[in-house]
């Protein structure tokens, strides 16, 4: 066997001066390739294997507050945790979104100054110049920092992700993708407003059928019917999945939470086909399935489930108004 004495190192990533590492017969090192360590932005969201999602803030935090033993480095502090999470990751060999068990968690001060990458199919992230991604270039895969980026460069995103979810509840998802289209929740009723006969039956079956109760107000007005419901089981159910900081339920504050995001790929379609139902038009002329919201956290979720099925969406914003506002105030959707 060859012993290695040391390691000098001149101009590589973080050692832009000469740099000499004496390995003595206790000394250890770790290593691993480009993108083994992140530098995002904490607000970004990480994809468990089983579908959900969660801020890399939250999950680090939560490791570092269950961890043994904290350890402290130049820039922050570091854990290995005894219950190690499976995400969705990419493959650098096989370019595929693949399950990856991750044990170890790193928090750092980071940067001050962060870039934003924003994709053509709209897709944004939040990292420090620091952060690798992998790009194409000259017909290979190749590593890049993100200051080095430019507007031409074509980054590694998923085409298609596949997760370990199978728990099912596709009437639930259904209803539930209603009630985010076209419902509105407070801490004591949900209205559900649509005009398409078809979707109001469904709409009351499923109710009748999960919760077994019906609505205590039903009218149609300029051919829009409009239901009611103030069963305490139904509306609980309903806001307890949604609750939020704000204690607020109206469109801006809509989210799909994690509770379906674990679900199977049944279950998925069935909550697209209410959020479509409700929210979704068809374009013919252009051959265009749309989602309209002014929930941007909503679209981004849509977009990540529809990758589920291999479909690649594209998110845009326009300026336009609400229909069933009397003032056309035009906002950002």
Not at 308 to 317: D, L, Q, S, Y
């Amino acid at each position: 066997m060859t012993k290695i004495n040391k390691l000098i190192m001149h101009g590589f990533k973080s050692f832009a001066r000469r740099t000499e590492l004496l390995f003595n017969n206790d000394f250890n090192c770790v290593v691993g390739p480009n993108g083994s360590g992140k530098s995002v932005s904490g607000r970004s969201k990480v994809l468990l294997a089983n579908g959900e999602e969660i801020q890399i803030k939250e999950l680090v935090e939560s490791k570092l507050k269950k961890a043994a033993h904290v350890k402290t480095l130049n820039d922050g502090v570091y854990c290995e945790s005894k219950e190690p999470i499976n995400i969705i990751s990419l493959n650098p060999h096989s370019m595929k979104s693949e399950e990856y068990t991750v044990s170890k968690f790193i928090k750092r001060e980071g940067e001050l100054h962060l870039y934003e990458i924003e994709t053509r199919t709209g897709k944004k992230v939040r990292c420090t110049g620091c952060h690798p991604v992998m790009v194409f270039k000259n017909g290979k895969v190749v590593s890049s920092l993100v200051r080095n980026l430019n507007e031409t460069d074509v980054i590694a995103t998923p085409r298609i992700i596949h997760t370990s979810s199978l728990s099912k509840a596709k009437d639930f998802a259904r209803l539930f993708g209603y009630i985010v289209g076209d419902g509105y929740i407070t801490t004591n009723r949900i209205e559900f407003i649509n005009k398409d006969n078809e979707i109001i039956e469904d709409f009351k079956e499923l109710i009748l059928k999960l919760f077994d109760c019906k609505p205590k107000y039903e009218k149609i007005t300029n051919g829009n019917t409009r239901l009611i419901y103030r069963e305490k089981t139904f509306v609980n159910k309903i806001v307890s999945l949604i609750k939020n900081k704000h204690n607020k339920y109206t469109t801006e504050y809509k989210y799909i939470p994690n509770n379906f995001l674990r679900k199977d790929i049944n279950t998925i379609s069935n909550l697209l086909a209410g959020l479509y139902d409700t929210d979704g038009t068809v374009d013919k002329t252009k051959n265009v399935v749309e989602f309209c919201s002014k929930n941007e956290k909503l679209a981004n979720q849509i977009q990540r489930l529809l990758l589920r099925f291999g479909i690649i969406a594209i998110k845009k914003e326009r300026m336009c108004c609400a229909s069933n506002t009397s003032n056309k105030t035009k906002r950002k959707y």
